[in-house]
């Protein structure tokens, strides 16, 4: 069983920066796809970027609402997944959570579809840490 375990939350005006942090622990995945998603109050899940690692090569792809302001990376050690935020803005203000599912899960998916439809492939999610940003 994977636990996810995310960090770095927190209230920031707009315009500010913040760092999440998801570490992995238990039974983690040498490939797989991991992700950042969030939820809003009274809004549904949304996919904020998803990654898909096949060997040595690394997918990505990022919601249109944050590309070019939020950069996701994996730590070190391996098993960890940041997010850095950028340019925040009101409207980036949400709980957001990590997601992680195994190759045999994601692997034959569209990564476009997972950022999508992430409830549907990641199996494994966190608590979730909340991110305010005032205007």
């Known amino acids: 069983q994977v636990q996810l375990v995310e960090s770095g939350g927190g209230s920031v005006q707009a315009g500010g920066s913040l760092t999440l942090s998801c570490a992995m622990s238990?039974?983690?995945?040498?490939?797989?796809?991991m992700g950042w998603f969030r939820q809003a109050p009274g809004k549904e899940r949304e996919g904020v970027v998803v990654m898909r690692t096949e060997g040595s090569t690394i997918y990505k792809t990022y919601a249109d609402a944050v590309k070019g302001r939020f950069t996701v990376s994996k730590g070190i050690p391996k098993n960890t997944l940041s997010l850095q935020m950028n340019s925040l803005k009101p409207e980036d203000s949400a709980m957001y959570l990590c997601?992680?599912?195994?190759?045999?899960?994601?692997?034959?998916?569209?990564?476009?579809?997972?950022?999508?439809?992430?409830?549907?492939?990641?199996?494994?999610w966190g608590q979730g840490t909340q991110v305010t940003v005032s205007s």
């Open positions: 238990g039974h983690t995945y040498s490939s797989g796809c």
């Open positions: 997601a992680a599912t195994p190759s045999s899960r994601c692997g034959a998916v569209g990564i476009w579809t997972l950022l999508v439809q992430g409830t549907k492939f990641f199996d494994n």
